[in-house]
């Protein structure tokens, strides 16, 4: 397995894919050292492979109901309802190579984040998938894949919520096994969507899986915000790859 990485970029490349280390490697006395935190929770899981995931999927498509969810700057739809189609896409492309798939909604539903989390403890889930598109300024566009942060490691994206680095999160043991997870969707994503690659990244504040006893990740399909974007969000054969892509990975 071929890593690319530079003194001080956090932004390092493996097979091609973007990935986002805690800490920028160092370049000291014409070597470069890389944090122990980054090879344990980084380089040491993508070089171990895939692990054994189990056989149970919690899928989420995020919002539902009055949580609408971003807004589509080409037609005006929310993001509820893309998230629910391609929940609804994934599921049967899962159930045929043999998973036995949950969605935490079927239909136009409101859920909260921690019951969200109940419901993947209620049947056992062995991983799950949350669904979401995003929104940011126009020209900001691609796909990102977010795990929790390990201890000791920052966040790279906090949405104006405190870091707490020090603190366990109930998802922590599942560090290795979330971040490979999410490698190998974001990975399988980018070649079935072609889409720009923003990254798999670590965060803190998302409830949905930071309370999850297994490995747990949430996928950004795309930016509704992004007049390009929301063009090809809007349409069933994107929607479609996106299915594929994460299905293609399990
Ligand atoms: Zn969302």
């Excluded at 999410?182 to 923003?198: F, G, K, S, T």
């Excluded at 504040?205 to 969000?233: C, D, H, W």
Aim: aromatic share 8%.
């Amino acid at each position: 397995m071929r890593f690319d990485l530079r003194p001080r970029k956090r932004l390092i490349t493996c097979q091609g894919m973007q990935i986002w280390m805690g800490f920028g490697p160092e370049m000291i006395g014409g070597h470069l050292y890389v944090h122990h935190l980054d090879v344990k929770k980084h380089l040491a899981p993508l070089a171990a492979g895939m692990p054994n995931l189990g056989r149970v999927a919690v899928i989420d498509a995020g919002h539902g109901r009055d949580n609408l969810g971003t807004r589509s700057t080409y037609n005006r739809e929310y993001e509820k309802r893309y998230t629910l189609d391609w929940a609804r896409r994934l599921k049967p492309l899962l159930e045929r190579k043999g998973w036995r798939v949950y969605l935490t909604r079927e239909a136009d539903r409101s859920m909260s984040l921690t019951d969200r989390v109940k419901f993947a403890d209620s049947v056992d889930a062995s991983i799950f998938i949350s669904l979401h598109f995003n929104a940011a300024a126009m020209q900001v566009k691609g796909l990102e894949t977010y795990c929790i942060a390990p201890v000791g490691m920052p966040s790279h994206l906090t949405r104006g919520h405190p870091d707490p680095f020090r603190t366990t999160l109930p998802n922590n043991p599942w560090d290795e096994a979330s971040f490979q997870l999410a490698a190998r969707v974001h990975n399988q994503m980018l070649v079935n969507c072609r889409m720009e690659d923003r990254g798999v990244r670590r965060v803190r504040f998302m409830t949905v899986i930071k309370g999850q006893k297994r490995p747990a990740i949430l996928v950004e399909g795309g930016y509704l915000s992004n007049p390009t974007e929301a063009r090809k969000i809007n349409t069933v054969e994107y929607r479609q790859k996106l299915a594929e892509g994460i299905a293609a990975a399990l």
